[in-house]
């Protein structure tokens, strides 16, 4: 599947909006940048045609953002740890991505929280070679592999080094490779600079379909999640700069308002209606697939945009296990300041 066309914003117009525009810095932290008085706000997506998050473009296609008087202009980057970068650079509002930036953040002395919380799940998955797949059927045995991520820094590579951990492994054990998302992931593993790597529906889904690649960690559902990481892994949210959501109170609870509305219908409808509201070209010419991803990733969504206590706190101690930066700080680390279940309850209430 592509994962970027020529609607979408690409890293290098961002790269240059952020360059050009000092406002959009100052709108990011203070007051003056969205939607209360006719601006636009600017989220960056992780890759916006992942089924991960979904919400978002879902969110665009359902009306819902002008139902709330918002105008939104979606970006997208294929890696969080990019989407991030252009958070803190002030070159947008918000961002579409996993949780746990925001407590990888606050070691570095910067404040993010997730406003709604999407998921309790990573959606992800790790998927082994076919080829390889017959010696290598756990992390335990990652030791020597050349192992995908998105990026170095994004949630894929978190992911990836957590289960190493776990399962006795030392990151320096393995390789790190920056295989990206969706064909370029695909092509790395079909060409064998990979062994396995973590990706997300619909990458999962066409692997499997053309028999390139298997299910090796199972991390869509909370039976699997639990037993990989050993509780709850908050993932896909819409997190933001601290000041920001202090300055901008009425812009957020706008953005809450429309996204647990479309997590709302997201759990009273199907993988097909689903899709069927999607643009076409995120089905990558075939779709019936697209259906079937949606379909396996879909419980991931918790309907209510509400964090679990108890799944923040998994997250923490998860990246506990393998940062060194969150290991040294995770008793300073604030949780209470990482998310809000602020917005999304007055969202539910309204």
Request: net charge positive; charged share 20%.
């Amino acid at each position: 599947m592509r994962t970027t066309t020529p609607m979408r914003a690409t890293a290098a117009a961002v790269a240059a909006l952020t360059a050009l525009s000092l406002s959009a810095c100052r709108d990011s932290r203070g007051g003056g940048g969205g939607g209360t008085d006719g601006g636009t706000v600017k989220i960056m997506v992780g890759g916006i045609d992942k089924v991960i998050y979904l919400p978002a473009k879902l969110t665009e296609q359902l009306g819902y953002f002008k139902e709330q008087g918002l105008k939104v202009q979606l970006l997208t980057e294929p890696a969080g740890a990019q989407a991030e970068n252009v958070l803190i650079s002030g070159g947008v509002q918000g961002v579409v991505g996993f949780y746990d930036h925001s407590i990888q953040l606050q070691t570095k002395g910067k404040c993010v929280q997730s406003v709604v919380q999407m998921a309790d799940v990573p959606g992800e998955a790790e998927m082994v070679s076919t080829g390889k797949a017959g010696s290598l059927t756990s992390p335990a045995g990652f030791k020597g592999k050349k192992l995908g991520v998105t990026s170095p820094g994004s949630s894929t590579d978190f992911l990836t080094r957590a289960l190493a951990v776990r399962n006795g492994v030392k990151t320096s054990d393995y390789s790190t490779v920056k295989a990206g998302a969706g064909q370029t992931f695909m092509s790395t593993m079909d060409n064998g600079g990979i062994d396995a790597g973590m990706t997300t529906d619909p990458t999962i889904a066409k692997l499997v379909s053309t028999g390139k690649a298997k299910v090796m960690v199972e991390m869509r559902t909370e039976e699997g999640t639990r037993k990989a990481l050993g509780g709850l892994y908050p993932s896909s949210s819409l997190y933001m700069d601290c000041s920001y959501v202090k300055s901008n109170g009425e812009t957020v609870q706008k953005l809450a308002n429309a996204f647990v509305k479309t997590l709302g219908w997201i759990k009273q409808h199907k993988p097909a209606e689903i899709a069927a509201k999607m643009p076409a070209d995120y089905a990558g010419g075939d779709p019936k697939l697209y259906e079937k991803a949606i379909g396996d990733s879909i419980s991931m969504f918790n309907g209510d945009g509400v964090m679990k206590t108890d799944a923040a706190e998994n997250a923490l101690k998860v990246l506990a296990q393998f940062s060194p930066e969150v290991s040294e700080k995770k008793d300073e680390i604030d949780l209470s300041k990482t998310y809000t279940t602020q917005f999304v309850t007055k969202a539910k209430q309204s």
